[in-house]
């Protein structure tokens, strides 16, 4: 089984729509991203967790908002859902480490919302 | 906010040819990360590395912490390295990363 994953893998919805993107994982890691993906842009950083208790902004907040439910848990929610929302989104994860720590990414979810 | 810039975007290639793409960022930086992503999405982590050489299988990557510049080498190239290979910067507190800043990927074809 996957140490990272996210659901769903695929969704349309439409616009003003509240969606949910959910993440988990087994790999026992504090931190915890969300990032999206667009063609052209590369990866920008949505939201960051240290901890259940402790959740970060990143560069493209705007629009979104996270929960940390438990450690192995982190949901990523579009309160009323945009057309330039669209785009692929990934959760990862990292251990502390000496350095940060490599990060761990889910398999994605691409989103498109008409 | 670091700025990183890779090249070249776009990059084919004939088998067995030896590969470099070259990632620069203007902050300095904790440790600097090499992602490969496959035409499926899903996105694997080569290296992540804070000074000098690391080296896996064919893969090599390379870091110059003075001149912000770090590179991505692979040697006998074969069309299953035909990915898009992304670098990102990382900027860590506490133990652990802000998250990280990409540049823009660089898509690789390798053609039997």
């Known amino acids: 089984d996957a140490d990272v994953t996210q659901t769903p893998r695929n969704r349309i919805t439409k616009t003003g729509k509240r969606i949910m993107l959910e993440c988990s994982q087994t790999k026992g890691h504090d931190r915890m991203y969300w990032y999206r993906q667009d063609p052209g842009l590369g990866l920008q950083l949505i939201y960051y967790?240290?901890?259940?208790?402790?959740?970060n902004k990143g560069e493209i907040s705007d629009g979104y908002s996270v929960s940390r439910q438990a450690q192995a848990k982190f949901s990523l929610s579009l309160e009323s859902a945009i057309p330039n929302q669209t785009a692929l989104y990934f959760c990862?994860?990292?251990?502390?480490?000496?350095?940060?720590?490599?990060?761990?990414f889910g398999p994605g979810t691409r989103l498109t919302v008409l | 906010k670091n700025e990183v810039e890779q090249s070249p975007q776009n990059l084919t290639a004939q088998e067995g040819e030896f590969i470099t793409i070259n990632c620069s960022y203007s902050?300095?930086?904790?440790?600097l990360h090499w992602l490969q992503q496959h035409p499926g999405g899903g996105i694997v982590s080569l290296f992540m590395?804070?000074?000098g050489k690391k080296k896996h299988g064919r893969l090599i990557a390379t870091i110059n912490i003075q001149e912000k510049h770090s590179s991505l080498h692979i040697t006998a190239s074969h069309p299953r390295d035909s990915a898009v290979y992304i670098c990102a910067a990382g900027q860590y507190s506490g133990g652990g990363a802000d998250g990280l800043t990409f540049g823009k990927g660089t898509h690789l074809i390798i053609q039997p």
């Open positions: 590395l804070s000074s």
């Open positions: 967790s240290f901890d259940v208790k402790d959740i």
């Open positions: 902050v300095g930086i904790s440790a």
């Open positions: 990862a994860t990292s251990d502390p480490g000496l350095a940060g720590g490599e990060q761990f």
